[in-house]
């Protein structure tokens, strides 16, 4: 079966300092990968999405970057956080080109202090 | 552009009534329609979707329709216990199947 698995669970880093997040799945291929972003008390933002290895689209500008360098790999990053970066990462997979939902993971708490 | 609205924004029931949130969608050419519920501090769960050629889903207490013509859906919960609080989010498929657009979210309080 399918699973899929991303760490930290919670982080908090000081402003103007990297950030590496990393999401993996198992028992799928050529998944489509997603990362997202949940303010506190706010909805599901789109930060980027990856339909294959090395193809990464960004959906809105900011500091922060995503890399996919293995098929089953999807990492957010960024090299200097601000305090507006705060907030619930949440990475998804779905099955590419079928009609499936997202299964998220399980999320990692940012605060940037 | 690609847009879900989703209304309302928190509602309250009694315990036992029916709960239903709606969502509208900008793309025709969207074909897929899942809901997501997020408990505190926790991932959004898949917890029913419908594709574009059916009207009508249910899954126990739980159901969905979806008009295309009127590009709207809904969720309707009937039963409410106090477990179905949680922030509930529609999403439509969209930038040609490849991502799930979302809706803002609906914050559901069943009260006893």
């Known amino acids: 079966s399918q699973t899929i698995h991303q760490w930290p669970a919670t982080l908090v880093q000081p402003v103007g300092s990297p950030l590496s997040l990393e999401c993996t799945v198992e028992?799928?291929?050529?998944?489509?990968l997603y990362w997202y972003r949940q303010a506190a008390g706010r909805g599901l933002q789109l930060l980027f999405y990856?339909?294959?290895?090395?193809?990464i689209s960004s959906e809105v500008p900011q500091n922060l970057s995503a890399s996919r360098p293995q098929d089953r790999q999807f990492i957010l990053s960024s090299k200097k956080l601000l305090l507006s970066d705060s907030g619930f990462y949440l990475c998804?997979?779905?099955?590419?080109?079928?009609?499936?939902?997202?299964?998220f993971g399980s999320g990692t708490r940012l605060t940037v202090v | 552009g690609e847009n879900v609205e989703q209304h309302p924004s928190t509602l309250s029931v009694q315990e036992g009534d029916s709960a239903v949130i709606k969502c509208t969608y900008s793309?025709?050419?969207?074909?897929?329609f899942p809901w997501y519920k997020q408990e505190l501090g926790k991932r959004p769960q898949l917890i029913i979707d419908?594709?574009?050629?059916?009207g009508e889903k249910k899954d126990q207490r739980i159901a969905v329709t979806l008009n295309k013509t009127a590009k709207h859906f809904s969720l309707h919960i009937t039963e409410t216990q106090p477990e179905d609080s949680a922030v509930y989010f529609c999403?439509?498929?969209?930038?040609?199947?490849?991502?799930?657009?979302f809706g803002t979210g609906t914050q559901l309080k069943v009260e006893l």
């Open positions: 998804a997979w779905r099955v590419a080109g079928a009609l499936y939902g997202y299964t």
């Open positions: 028992g799928t291929s050529n998944p489509n």
């Open positions: 990856s339909v294959g290895i090395g193809q």
């Open positions: 793309d025709s050419a969207s074909n897929y």
């Open positions: 419908i594709r574009s050629n059916v």
């Open positions: 999403a439509a498929l969209t930038g040609g199947g490849n991502k799930l657009t």
